[in-house]
């Protein structure tokens, strides 16, 4: 993986597919215990979390550390940001610090914010940038996803039909998720369906995508309106809340409710779904909003599975990129 050395991990886009499944693979191996290497000895790594975070933060620090480099972890609160200093002046500086940089940053009430802060900070630094969740994009727990789909379903998991479903959720949240998920099955060449009630479509700009990276690789990506429809034939019911993109808040509010019932994930979509289908959440998840705790604690649940390759996938990117 010495061609990604010193790149930035700001979103899937900008990897091909060779790059992604040489991930896939290094985490593969790294999980397996046959590869023990300290890859990071001597680094530090700095985490900058403007919004909370649970699997990302501690992963992130616990794979750090196996592989023999220092993390921290800093808010705002006790960074000069708090004082008004600039993203500016705050990148170039934990650059000249650290040897990379974690950064989970996004403000849902004006779409796009993150990712401008993202990319400026990438810019402005002189280390690798690596996003831990913005408002467009979450590509460390799409691999980790990806790594958990090859685990579960085998060898030929881009033929077996994923949907990743739009559930409900009192709580709005980032569609990063949904839009990784796209770029990577159609660049892995996967079979998904993206569900989702009218007025939460995905951004333009990763639809576009998709449909010219799926017909490069032979990839099905599909869009329904119907969570019944779309549970027919699964092997994967993924649930994921995000906000409507074309909505301010409130109107979001207004234009969830009346989903509830229809787009909460139940046992009934599961005999829809192919036997032994699994399900899968990025977590964290209320049960009874994106799915009830009869599914959600279920034999067909992976999800405590799903959140461990988060350590694995993020170690393979740590050690590729620093």
């Known amino acids: 993986m010495k061609d990604l050395k010193n790149r930035d991990f700001l979103g899937l886009k900008d990897f091909t597919r060779a790059e992604l499944e040489g991930l896939l693979a290094l985490a593969a191996e790294l999980k397996s215990g046959r590869d023990r290497g300290r890859y990071l000895e001597g680094k530090n790594l700095g985490m900058l979390f403007t919004v909370p975070s649970t699997r990302t933060r501690i992963s992130f620090q616990v794979a750090a550390r196996q592989l023999g480099a220092h993390a921290e972890h800093y808010s705002p609160a006790e960074l000069q940001m708090s004082n008004h200093e600039t993203l500016i002046d ?9 040897d990379g940089i974690v950064v989970r940053m996004y403000d849902l009430g004006s779409y796009g914010k993150g990712r401008a802060d993202l990319q ?4 402005r630094s002189r280390v690798p940038v690596i996003n831990a969740l913005d408002d467009k994009e979450h590509p460390c727990q799409i691999l980790a996803d990806v790594l958990t789909m090859q685990e579960k379903l085998g060898p030929d998991f881009r033929r077996k039909r994923v949907v990743l479903t739009w559930a409900y959720a009192k709580r709005q949240k980032s569609p990063g998720v949904t839009h990784s998920m796209m770029v990577a099955a159609a660049l892995l060449g996967m079979n998904l369906t993206v569900a989702f009630p009218p007025g939460f479509e995905p951004d333009e700009e990763y639809t576009a995508f998709a449909r010219d990276a799926a017909r490069a690789s032979g990839a099905t990506v599909e869009y329904c309106h119907d969570l019944d429809e779309a549970a027919e034939g699964a092997d994967v019911i993924y649930a994921k809340s995000w906000k409507s993109l074309v909505s301010t808040t409130e109107q979001d509010r207004e234009l969830r409710e009346p989903h509830r019932e229809a787009w909460r994930v139940s046992a009934s979509h599961f005999e829809r779904a192919n036997p032994g289908a699994l399900f899968m959440d990025c977590m964290p998840l209320i049960r009874g909003d994106e799915a009830t705790a009869e599914v959600v604690d279920g034999s067909m649940s ?9 350590l694995h996938a993020q170690k393979a990117i740590l050690a590729a990129l620093l």
């Open 90 to 98: 705050t990148a170039e500086v934990m650059g000249r610090f650290l």
């Open 120 to 123: 400026l900070m990438a810019e």
């Open 302 to 310: 992976v999800r405590y599975d799903e959140a461990e390759n988060r």
